[in-house]
């Protein structure tokens, strides 16, 4: 009888809507594929809207089925381009959206973005019963509900390979490079590039007056380093990577000090294989979820299984680094 009632649950589920919001990140395509095939798989209909929720309202979309997604698992960005709506905070943009929604006669919805997008979706809802799940977008990591956010790992792995190559030059110049990496609210990125990277110190947003403690780790650092990597989070308190490396240079005006901002070469590139694996894990249960008759909920991984976390949970964690992370990059960077 189970059986039955799902097949009949799945039979519901004609046509459903894809879209990408927010900023961008590696993985996006992956997951958009794995939407449109499942969808495909249980004779689904697809269509994407261009440029996230503004596409929504704007009711400009693309028709998607296996062979138009077909060649964009391996692809940084997203085919469906985003953007961060302004008109989709109004109730006119709300209402267009939810117009939008009734015209093409959608079942459901599949947002990929982060928590602002979630959020949207929740004021969404009040206009429309459409059901509506989430996969998360964004390179912070920084999400509740899932151990890994689309295009996360891929950010740290740009980041790391950068990393390297700027140590090649600190070495043969005996320079101080001060990094700057993205991590507006959390200093996820930074924390795991600078472990896999051997860098010799870290500012987080999560930590406080740690400028104080960098100026007496420089100052006891060992006359025979002949490279020292410093990699700041956007978001620290400290006032970005030229600020740090100035402050630096007033207490050590012997070190040759210089900064590299990575900024949204982050953002871009060919997606990782465990990138690519957990895009269309949760692309896949996007979809399995919709059929489930689940809503308002954001498909994640915890302990290597797909969660569900309804939106209004699945927000940003300001919340402590792991504390033997910390402690083994400060061990390791002696």
């Known amino acids: 009888m189970y059986f039955i009632d799902y097949i009949r649950r799945k039979k519901v589920m004609k046509k459903i809507g894809v879209l990408t919001s927010g900023g961008d990140s590696p993985g996006m395509n992956a997951c958009i594929r794995a ?12 269509i994407g809207f261009i440029r996230g929720y503004e596409g929504l309202i704007d009711n400009n979309y693309i028709e998607l089925n296996r062979s138009s997604v077909s060649g964009i698992i391996q692809r940084g960005g997203t085919i469906l381009k985003t953007a961060r709506s302004d008109r989709f905070k109004t109730i006119e943009g709300l209402q267009k959206a939810a117009q939008t929604i009734l015209q093409h006669q959608l079942d459901g919805l599949v947002i990929i973005g982060g928590d602002g997008s979630f959020k949207g979706a929740i004021e969404l809802s009040k206009y429309t019963d459409v059901k509506i799940v989430g996969c998360p977008g964004t390179i912070d990591n920084d999400l509740i509900g899932t151990d890994f956010t689309i295009g996360y790992d891929t950010a740290i792995n740009t980041v790391v390979d950068a990393v390297d190559k700027l140590r090649d030059t600190a070495e043969s110049h005996d320079r101080i490079f001060v990094v700057e990496v993205m991590g507006r609210d959390a200093g996820l990125i930074a924390l795991r590039s600078a472990i896999a990277s051997g860098a010799e110190a870290i500012l987080v947003p999560e930590i406080k007056n740690d400028l104080d403690v960098l100026i007496q780790k420089v100052q006891a650092w060992r006359k025979d380093k002949s490279s020292k990597i410093i990699i700041v989070a956007e978001g620290d308190e400290s006032g970005g990577a030229y600020k740090v490396a100035e402050i630096i240079k007033q207490h050590q005006p012997q070190h040759d000090v210089r900064v590299t901002i990575l900024g949204h070469i982050q953002r871009g590139g060919n997606p990782t294989c465990m990138e690519r694996v957990n895009a269309s894990i949760m692309g896949y249960h996007a979809v399995k ?25 699945a927000t940003k964690h300001i919340q402590e680094l792991h504390p033997d992370l910390l402690q083994m990059l400060e061990i390791l960077s002696c």
Do not use: C, S, W
């Open 35 to 46: 939407v449109v095939r499942t969808a495909a798989y249980y004779n689904i209909q697809t």
């Open 289 to 313: 979820a919709l059929l489930d008759n689940k809503h308002l909920v954001m498909i994640g991984i915890v302990d290597k299984k797909p969660t569900y976390t309804p939106f209004e949970k």
